[in-house]
C-alpha cells in the first residue's frame, strides 16, 4: 500500500509555479479596481444597491453602481486568509488556507458514460447516488459536489435531492449548488439538520455555497441574493462570475481574468459589508475563452492556467481550481492526458479546492471510471509533492558501507522495514506483459470499471437516523407537484 499522506502538504508551500510577477498582480488588481469605479456594475437586486450606496458607491441609471477603491481594500482587510470546513462529525476535515491542496469532484453533469455499458446516456438519482458513495470511499476525494443532475426527479428539486444524497450517503464536506434561491435556503437548512442545528453549522461549517453569476459586469438577483443570505449567516461561499473569454470578457487571458476578478472584488466587497469577516472563496478559475473553432467552451485551455491563481495568492485568500476534467467525450487517452495535466498545472499552482475530477465533454457529462482513475492520478501527485524525511535512517550510509559494492540490499532488514513506505498504485499497471496478460489483460479503463463495481458492492456510509432523514424529506416536499 502506498505510503498516506495529508492533502495538505507544506512541501506545496516550496514548489512555487508563477506566471505572474508582484507587479503584474497589481496592474491587474488596479485595473479591476478601476473598473468597478469608473465602468462600473449592474446589480440586480435593491438590498445589494443599498449596501453599496450606503457604503460610498455612486450608483446611477437605477442599478448601475460604480464602487470606489477603498471599499475593496477595506474588504481585503477583513476577509479572512484561512477558515475551516467540518466532517459530519464534527472533526476538521479541510483547512482552506493558501499552499494547502484539496479535491473533488464537480457537480451537474447533464449525462453520464455508465461504467458497465459504456453508453452514454441520462443520468438518473442512483447515479448521484453511487457517484457520492464512490467519492466517500475514495481516499483523495476530500470534498463533495452533485456530480450528475438527475432526470428522473422533479425538475425544480435536483438540488435539493442532490443535497439530501449528498449528505446521507457520505461524511465528507460539501460544494453545493442550487438551481433558485429557496434552493440554497433549503439545501443549508438540510446541512444544519444533520449537525444538530443552525448554531452548531455555524460553529463547524460542513458546506460551501457556490454561487453562479452571470458575469463580471453583471450581478443578477438569485447570485446576489445568496450572497447576502450566507454571507449573513457566516457561510464558506464561492462566488463565480462567467468570463468566457470572447463573448463575457476579453478574448485575452489577461483581460478575461481581469473581468473576472473585478467581479469577484464586487462579491467579496457585498459580503465583507454585509457581515465583515465572513468566509470567502476566489475562483481561480477565470481566464478561459470560446473557441473559435468549435463554438465550444473548453475546460482544458492552457492558456489562462495559472492566472487567476496569482490573483487569489496576491489577495491571501483561499483558492477555487478546476482539474481532473477534459474536453474528450469518452475515458480514452485524451480524457487521461488532460486530467493529468489539469491536476498537476492546479497543484502546483496552489489551488486549494480543486474541483470537477470525473468531467468529460467540457462538463456536460461525467464517468464514475474516470473519477477512478483520477483518484489514480491525486495519489500519485499527492506522494510527488509530499514532504521528503532526510535523516541518518533514510540516508542509511552505514548500511550502504557494510553492504559495499559488491552486495545487494533486497534480503537487508531495512528493505524489509521501509519497502512499505514506497508508493505502489492500486489502479496503474506495473506487471510485465506476459504477467498483465494472465490477469486478463485489461485496459485501464476496463480496470477502473471493475474498481467502480467493487467499491460500490462494498462501501456503505454510516447511515442518517430515519427521523432525520424524514424531516430533510419534508424540506423536499415544500413544492408540491410541477405545474
Known amino acids: 500500500m502506498p505510503a498516506k499522506h495529508p492533502s495538505h502538504s507544506k512541501a506545496l508551500q516550496e514548489l512555487p509555479f508563477g506566471r505572474l510577477s508582484q507587479e503584474q498582480c497589481e496592474e491587474i488588481h488596479e485595473a479591476s479596481l478601476q473598473i468597478l469605479e469608473r465602468t462600473g456594475v449592474r446589480l440586480y437586486d435593491q438590498e445589494a444597491i443599498d449596501l453599496v450606496r450606503k457604503a460610498g458607491a455612486e450608483v446611477s441609471d437605477g442599478n448601475r453602481a460604480r464602487i470606489p477603491p477603498h471599499l475593496v481594500e477595506n474588504a481585503l482587510k477583513t476577509v479572512p486568509n484561512e477558515f475551516v ?20 469532484p464537480g457537480s451537474d453533469c447533464m449525462t453520464i458514460i455508465d461504467h458497465q455499458t459504456g453508453e452514454r446516456r441520462l443520468p438518473t438519482l442512483d447515479d448521484v447516488h453511487a457517484g457520492i458513495t464512490l467519492c466517500d470511499a475514495l481516499e483523495t476525494i476530500d470534498f463533495l459536489m452533485s456530480m450528475f443532475l438527475p432526470s428522473d426527479v422533479d425538475y425544480r428539486l435536483t438540488d435539493r435531492y442532490q443535497m ?24 443549508l437548512e438540510m446541512a444544519e439538520l444533520v449537525v444538530g442545528g443552525a448554531d452548531a453549522f455555524r460553529e463547524k461549517p460542513t458546506s460551501a455555497g457556490y454561487i453562479n453569476v452571470t458575469n463580471g459586469l453583471n450581478h443578477n438577483q438569485e447570485a446576489l441574493q445568496k450572497l447576502l443570505y450566507l454571507s449573513e449567516k457566516n457561510v464558506p461561499l464561492l462566488y463565480i462570475p462567467s468570463a468566457m473569454g470572447g463573448i463575457a470578457g476579453p478574448i485575452t487571458p489577461a483581460g478575461s481574468v481581469m473581468l473576472a476578478n473585478a467581479g469577484v472584488l464586487v462579491g467579496l466587497v457585498l459580503g465583507q459589508l454585509n457581515r465583515e469577516g465572513s468566509p470567502f472563496i476566489m475562483t481561480g478559475m477565470a481566464g478561459g475563452a470560446l473557441d473559435m473553432r468549435t463554438m465550444v467552451s473548453p475546460y482544458c485551455q492552457p492558456e489562462p492556467k495559472r492566472l487567476a491563481f496569482a490573483m487569489a495568492h496576491y489577495y491571501d485568500v483561499p483558492m477555487f481550481g478546476i482539474g481532473g476534467c477534459s474536453d474528450s467525450k469518452l475515458v480514452d487517452q485524451q480524457a487521461a492526458a488532460e486530467a493529468a495535466l489539469t491536476l498537476m498545472s492546479e497543484t502546483l499552482g496552489g489551488a486549494t479546492l480543486i474541483h470537477d475530477i470525473g468531467y468529460l465533454e467540457s462538463g456536460l457529462c461525467g464517468s464514475l471510471a474516470h473519477v477512478v482513475i483520477c483518484d489514480e492520478m491525486v495519489s500519485w501527485i499527492k506522494e510527488m509533492t509530499a514532504p521528503v524525511e532526510i535523516d541518518a535512517e533514510t ?6 558501507d557494510a553492504i559495499g559494492p559488491d552486495g545487494q540490499f533486497l ?20 506487471r510485465s506483459f506476459d504477467q498483465w496478460q494472465a490477469v486478463g ?6 480496470r477502473a470499471s471493475q474498481a467502480v463495481d467493487r467499491i460500490l ?10 427521523d432525520l432523514l424524514a424531516e430533510m424529506q419534508s424540506i423536499l416536499e415544500r413544492l408540491g407537484d410541477p405545474a
Request: hydrophobic share 35%; with cysteine.
Open 85 to 104: 470546513l467540518y466532517d459530519r462529525y464534527g472533526q476538521p476535515a479541510i483547512n482552506l488556507k493558501a499552499g494547502l491542496n484539496y479535491y473533488g
Open 164 to 187: 439530501l444524497v449528498m449528505l446521507s450517503s457520505s461524511t465528507k464536506p460539501i460544494l453545493y449548488v442550487t438551481n433558485d434561491f429557496q434552493g440554497c435556503i433549503d439545501a
Open 395 to 400: 540516508l542509511a550510509v552505514d548500511l550502504i
Open 411 to 430: 534480503d537487508a532488514d531495512h528493505t524489509f522495514n521501509h519497502f512499505r513506505e514506497r508508493w505502489y498504485p492500486q489502479l496503474f499497471d506495473r
Open 441 to 446: 489483460g485489461f485496459t485501464l479503463t476496463e
Open 457 to 466: 458492492n462494498e462501501h456503505r456510509c454510516e447511515p442518517l437516523p430515519d
